[in-house]
């Protein structure tokens, strides 16, 4: 079974920022995973995604996010945050074969402060 | 850019009543879902279906559910006799093929049973 765990339902930054928001997964195969975004009222826009080729992948809107197998973690990051960047967040994993259903985690509220 | 279309974007109904929730892949896609979030919630899977058949289901896809795809184009949820705790998000996605392809979600429609 897979399951991803999203430390912290809520992360606040000022604009201009860091922006780290964790991931940590659980995988008996190897994973496919993958951070969605949602912002109010809308349905899931896909922001990047890792399948087995780089571990460090880049996505739209400035955020990337780092594979690392040895912490099982996924973390989202972005250098400088933007008042548009405000949203929720989903990691996501899914197996690498099959029908690959997405197994979610509980989210991660995103505030930007002026 | 194509994207995933469902409608209604809200629906209201009584407890006991059956919905349809309907949703409009996109048009070369071969791969489809059903995932559900309740308030407050991570998103859940329900459905996968492909070829015509379902694929895999959750727990909570139960005999209260059904999925078909009855036109070719679009691809319907049926509650039969909704619940309280029906009440929830539901988004539609679907996926050209398997493999390292996304999932690309529909915008969602909001059930409220009453």
């Known amino acids: 079974a897979q399951s991803v765990t999203q430390l912290g339902s809520h992360v606040s930054v000022s604009e201009g920022a860091l922006v780290l928001l964790r991931c940590n997964y659980s995988?008996?195969?190897?994973?496919?995973l993958f951070w969605y975004v949602q912002y109010p009222n809308q349905g899931l826009q896909l922001l990047l995604k890792y399948t087995s080729a780089a571990t460090l992948v880049k996505g739209i809107n400035g955020f990337e996010a780092e594979f690392k197998k040895s912490e099982t973690s996924f973390h989202l990051t972005k250098p400088s945050a933007h008042m548009s960047d405000a949203a929720e967040y989903f990691c996501?994993?899914?197996?690498?074969?099959?029908?690959?259903?997405?197994?979610f985690g509980t989210g991660t509220r995103l505030l930007v402060s002026p | 850019e194509p994207e995933v279309t469902q409608t209604p974007s809200h629906q209201v109904t009584q407890m006991g009543q059956e919905v349809i929730l309907r949703c409009v892949p996109i048009?070369?896609?071969?791969?489809f879902y059903w995932y559900r979030q309740i308030l407050g919630q991570k998103v859940e899977f329900l459905v996968s279906f492909y070829n015509n058949e379902i694929s895999e289901k959750s727990e909570i896809f139960d005999d209260q559910f059904s999925v078909e795809r009855p036109d070719g184009s679009n691809f319907t949820l049926k509650i039969r006799s909704t619940k309280l705790e029906d009440s929830a998000m539901y988004f539609c996605?679907?996926?050209?093929?398997?493999?390292?392809?996304?999932?690309?979600f529909g915008p969602g429609t909001r059930l409220t049973v009453l």
């Open positions: 048009s070369n896609h071969l791969y």
């Open positions: 996501a994993v899914s197996e690498s074969t099959g029908f690959q259903k997405l197994v």
């Open positions: 996605a679907s996926r050209e093929s398997t493999g390292t392809d996304t999932q690309y």
């Open positions: 995988s008996s195969v190897p994973p496919y």
